[in-house]
């Protein structure tokens, strides 16, 4: 997906040379967008790590002792590694629109997603093991 068409259109007279990099500042309304999506992942970071601290600190006690605290370290790792993916990833589309190339793929949806399942899991071998 290419956003900068028009930018490209307006560089058209010009012949860069082979394999160098055009620079580019994208359509304001790109950026916004791609802003926009980065502070929605940040979000989801957040909600993350607040569920860790509520699960510690508002959940009773269940399955083996400790178990609040590994579903805890759980959500607040994911939100974590989550918040560094969507600042990764909101660099990597900044660039491509810059350089009017194609957007790379986004692996967040399958990490936030896997991360959820490893939580799940957890909790359900943790309640399990309770009984």
Do not use: C, K
Request: charged fraction near 20%.
């Amino acid at each position: 997906m290419s956003t900068g068409s028009a930018a490209r259109d307006a560089h058209e007279g010009d012949a860069p040379d082979e394999g160098a990099e055009i620079d580019i500042e994208p359509d304001y309304r790109f950026t916004l967008a791609n802003e926009r999506t980065f502070l929605a992942w940040n979000r989801t970071s957040l909600g993350l790590i607040a569920g860790g601290v509520a699960v510690l600190q508002l959940v009773p006690e269940f399955g083996p002792t400790g178990s609040r605290h590994i579903v805890g370290a759980l959500l607040a790792i994911l939100g974590i590694v989550v918040s560094l993916a969507s600042l990764r990833r909101w660099a990597l589309v900044q660039r491509a629109m810059r350089r009017d190339a194609d957007l790379p793929p986004s692996r967040l949806p399958l990490v936030l997603t896997g991360g959820l399942i490893v939580v799940t899991l957890a909790v359900v071998a943790l309640v399990l093991a309770a009984r």
